[in-house]
C-alpha cells in the first residue's frame, strides 16, 4: 500500500505515519493540498495529515479540503504528543532566521518572543523542511524548529529543548482515504467518533440551534464543533462536527434524516476510531 504524508522526511506527520503503517511504502508531499489531490486521482491509497493542535487549533486547509474534496473520508485520527526544538547547523553560531512550520512558530510564540524577537521568523513548509533547509546551508546563520528526530536526521545541533509554550502540547492527525471504512489499529484506542461537516440553507434566527437541538434532544454528545467559512461571502459558514458514541444507532439515522429535512447539507465524513500514539 502506498501511503502519503505532510511534510518533509522527520515532519511530525511522517512520525505518525511510520507509527501507523509500519510495513506501507510511505511518500512525502510537499503541501496538505499534495496529500489530498494524491488521494483524489488514486495515485496513492491513503494520507496521513494534521488537522488540530492544543495549543494553536485547527489547521484550516485540512478542514477546508475535508469540505472541499467530495469523497475523501476519514479512516482513523492518531493524537501525538508535540516538543519543539530549536536546532541550527553544528558549524553555525549565530541566528539570523528562524525557519518552521506556521503551527510551531506559533507553538513557541512566548519563547520566540523573549528569546530572539529581533530574529527574522519565516514560515517554511513543515517543520522537517525547516531543518533541511537549515542543514543545506551551513554558511547562513540559519536556525530552525523542529523535533528531535529531525535534528537527527538532518545532523543538526539542539540549542533549546522543548520551547513550546504550554507543557502539554498535542497534535491531532488524520488518515484520509476514499474508502468508506474505518482503520483499526492495534495502537491505544481512546475514542471512537463520527466527522460530519453541515451546511445550512442560509443564515437566519435560531439556525445553530435548530441544527444542535437535533442532537441535543437525543442525548447524542458532540465533542467539537468548528465554523470554517464557506468562502461565498462574510457570515457565511459550514460547521465541521464530531459526534461521540455508537454509529449503528438508529438514534444516528433520524438525526441525518432530521437535519436533511430543515435543509441542512450533511457530508458524512466517517466513524472511525482515535489512537494515543507516542511522540
Ligand atoms: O511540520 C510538521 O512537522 C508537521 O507535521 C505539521 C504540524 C502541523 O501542521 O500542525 C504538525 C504538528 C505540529 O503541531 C507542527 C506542525
Sequence with gaps: MKIAYFGSEASNTHIVALQTFENEELI?????????KAVDNGEIDKAVVPLENSIEGTVSTTLDFLYEFDGIKIEAEAVMPITHHLMIHPENTEIEKIYSHPQALAQCYHFLDKEYKEVVKQEFGSTAAAAKRVAENPEKKYAAIAN????KFYH????????QDFEQNHTKFIVIS??????KLSKNKVAEK???????PEDHAGGL????????????NLTKIESRTLKTGLGNYFFFINVDGNW??????NAIEELESIDV???FLGHYEEYLLES
Design 28 to 36: 512525502s508531499k510537499a503541501t496538505i493540498l499534495d496529500c489530498f
Design 148 to 151: 528531535l528526530y529531525a535534528a
Design 156 to 163: 543538526l545541533k539542539v540549542l533549546h529543548s522543548n520551547i
Design 178 to 183: 476514499k474508502k468508506d471504512k474505518s482503520l
Design 194 to 200: 463520527t466527522s460530519l461537516i453541515l451546511t445550512m
Design 209 to 220: 440551534h435548530q441544527v444542535l437541538s437535533v442532537f441535543a434532544w437525543r442525548k447524542m
Design 248 to 253: 449503528e444507532s438508529v438514534l444516528y439515522k
Design 265 to 267: 447539507r450533511v457530508k
